[in-house]
């Protein structure tokens, strides 16, 4: 086996997305990771969308409707738990989980590295952390509280000190 379709010993599963335009693609690629919480490797590929559709015919059989636009994409997972968790969600593209059993994958899989990356797809970074916090521990997790001290509002912390008092009584 070549060492591009590995990563920790086994092999990984593509996915064929396609969709009406780059846009629902993206947008799919977005759920894929947030939602079904699968783990994109790389840089998603653009397909030419003939293409795709030939490889979807072969591996289903027969398509409804040809797709405009088309990208591959390498995940982590297995191919049952990706198609397990690509169920539960809703994505606006059609997504197809090929794997090692697939007659085509050791081309895809030879063909990835020449294939044109999607632009305009970044994973996300920034809520990741928030949504494993919220995974670990069942809630949110805390926010910074903002304290709505003097230098919040505009003015220094260090003006305006009113001196002590003491109130003893003095006799």
Not at 19 to 48: C, F, Q, S, W
């Amino acid at each position: 086996m070549d060492t591009i379709e590995k990563k920790h010993g086994e092999i990984m599963v593509l996915l064929l997305i396609r969709g009406d335009n780059y846009e629902k693609i993206k947008n799919a690629l977005a759920d894929i990771h947030r939602h079904a919480k699968l783990t994109i490797i790389g840089k998603p590929k653009i397909m030419v969308p003939e293409a795709a559709d030939e490889l979807l015919k072969y591996i289903l059989g027969n398509i409804k409707k040809p797709c405009k636009k088309a990208c591959l994409v390498k995940i982590e997972e297995n191919a049952p738990r990706a198609i397990d968790k690509i169920r539960k969600i809703h994505p606006p593209a059609h997504i197809v989980v090929i794997s090692e059993r697939h007659e085509p994958y050791p081309y895809l899989i030879e063909d990835f590295p020449k294939m044109p990356p999607l632009k305009g797809y970044y994973k996300s970074k920034g809520g990741d952390e928030e949504e494993d916090e919220k995974e670990k521990n069942g809630k949110p997790p805390k926010k910074q509280k903002v304290s709505k001290s003097s230098s919040v509002q505009g003015k220094s912390k260090f003006k305006h000190k009113k001196p002590k008092t003491t109130t003893k009584n003095k006799k």
